[in-house]
């Protein structure tokens, strides 16, 4: 959408002060700026910051706006009611009494927990993050009444639990977090909570120096979006001024190195999330505050989450030193719900064609070839970490995968059929384990065999089952259908 601007910008700059009684109305998407060395001063009536379903309207101050005659803003926030909302106060001086009927909590870094704000009273602090709950059904907005906030705005942050504070806009307009100058102690990452993500919400992630495949965030935030950041060391101060922020969230694309990135992303549920695994000539095998991005757990069920490890935390984006000789990095999955899943490789392009991609299940001793098939399907389930591990130039010899393994597997009259078609007979001088397992991860059947056809009773009423396959120099996984 175009950037617009109101025509009487121009007269700010020629006449130097213009005071209104009647008030101002700035419709969504449309942007008010006040330029250096001129006045608006909103007297009696009121400037009113609009927000809808198509979009926010922002001021910009590079001047000075005054609020005299007992005029004052109204800083709209359009929002969904019925779900929760990481929010923050655009104006100075708001108390929580505006939003009486609903529901106000901060969030406690020592002991990641959130508390209720009981008491009317209570003064929403500017770039401070509050969780905001607008009950009913359907849409909602927020009024922040007040003087609209501008200048340098500061708020400290601490490390005495796992580090995460919960911070926000405090600006009637975009804040651009890769203009922020950030503390040497915080991390460079910010987690933005969605609230139409799962049937609770969960968690979007930007970091300055994330290429785009890696990040599902922006650097955009919006007027009153509240964020988490989180302290490496701590205590510390983090500031913001008015050279951060932005008219509008138009996206700036930036010509950058292309590092080496694997992308995994999972789907279940009718959900995708994803992890990436990064190398990096500036990156350690350590947290790296500019190139890791930590994960944050959300509360649904409904959200599959995959990640690696760095000393012992879940990872996002793990950021790895440059890719030398054999590299394997352990990749685990759970979600709340049993039931099938699948993942999707990607960016595979950035490599090298040389460099081998591999993903190992690890409890079925599976190994799959990345770059001849970038999609593998698994069952699971809940109530366990499943473990699998990503093989960068592995160091894996005669290993037969799907594509080159001739074998018909199918069910048919309560039979699991498996045929190994003559050119691969050879391939049998030892037994071969056959597992089928249902979309919910259960054994439902676990047969040895040296035969080249082979027949299993089986019983089961579900309409698809996982069969793996394996052997000294097997692995094999195909989905069945019961018929």
């Avoid at 942050?157 to 405090?170: A, D, H």
């Avoid at 994330?210 to 205590?235: C, E």
């Avoid at 399907?377 to 592995?394: C, D, I, R």
């Avoid at 259960?442 to 065999?449: A, I, R, Y």
Wanted: proline residues 5%; contains cysteine; glycine residues 8%.
């Amino acid at each position: 959408m175009k950037n617009k601007t109101i025509l009487f910008i121009l007269l700010f700059a020629l006449i130097g002060k213009i005071g209104y009684s009647q008030g101002i109305g700035i419709e969504p998407n449309t942007n008010i700026m006040v330029l250096e060395g001129t006045t608006l001063d909103v007297a009696e009536g009121y400037l009113v910051i609009k927000s809808d379903a198509t979009g926010d309207a922002s001021l910009l101050d590079y001047g000075t706006v005054t609020y005299s005659g007992g005029g004052e803003a109204k800083v709209d926030r359009f929002l969904t009611a019925g779900q929760w909302h990481l929010v923050s106060s655009p104006v100075t001086s708001i108390t929580v009494a505006p939003f009486a009927g609903n529901y106000m909590q901060y969030y406690n870094e020592v002991s990641d927990s959130w508390s209720d704000i009981t008491s009317l009273s209570y003064v929403l602090n500017p770039l401070q993050g509050y969780a905001y709950w607008a009950t009913g059904n359907g849409t909602s907005t927020m009024q922040f009444n007040g003087t609209t906030n501008t200048s340098n705005k500061s708020i400290p942050f601490t490390l005495n639990g796992e580090g995460y504070n919960l911070v926000g806009n405090p600006y009637p307009s975009v804040l651009d977090w890769d203009e922020v100058v950030i503390p040497t102690n915080l991390s460079a990452a910010i987690w933005i909570f969605d609230p139409d993500f799962g049937d609770y919400g969960d968690y979007r992630y930007y970091i300055i120096s994330g290429p785009p495949p890696a990040i599902t965030a922006t650097q955009y935030l919006s007027s009153s979006q509240g964020f988490f950041v989180r302290a490496l060391t701590g205590p510390g101060t983090l500031e913001l001024t008015n050279d951060a922020r932005l008219h509008n969230s138009q996206p700036f694309y930036k010509n950058s190195t292309i590092d080496q990135i694997l992308v995994v992303k999972t789907t279940g549920n009718g959900l995708t999330t994803q992890a990436t695994v990064r190398f990096h000539s500036e990156a350690t095998d350590q947290p790296d505050r500019l190139f890791d991005v930590p994960k944050i757990f959300g509360y649904s069920t409904d959200v599959p989450n995959v990640y690696t490890m760095c000393n012992n935390e879940a990872m996002v984006i793990n950021s790895l030193p440059p890719l030398s000789g054999n590299k394997i990095v352990p990749l685990y999955f759970q979600a709340g719900l049993s039931g099938s899943y699948s993942f999707q490789a990607s960016e595979i392009q950035s490599f090298e064609p040389t460099v081998q991609i591999y993903i190992e299940d690890v409890a079925l001793n599976y190994f799959q070839d990345l770059r001849t098939n970038s999609d593998y399907s698994f069952a699971y389930t809940t109530g366990v970490e499943k473990e699998f591990k990503l093989h960068f130039n592995p160091v894996i010899t005669d290993i037969i995968e799907n594509n080159k393994l001739n074998v018909q597997c199918y069910l048919v009259n309560g039979n699991l059929h498996v045929n190994f078609l003559q050119n691969n007979s050879d391939q049998f001088s030892i037994s071969a384990n056959i597992r089928m397992f249902s979309v919910t991860g259960q054994e439902v059947l676990n047969e040895q065999s040296t035969q080249a056809n082979n027949s299993f009773p089986f019983r089961g009423s579900q309409a698809v089952y996982f069969v793996h396959i394996s052997s000294e120099k097997i692995n094999y996984s195909t989905k069945v259908f019961n018929n």
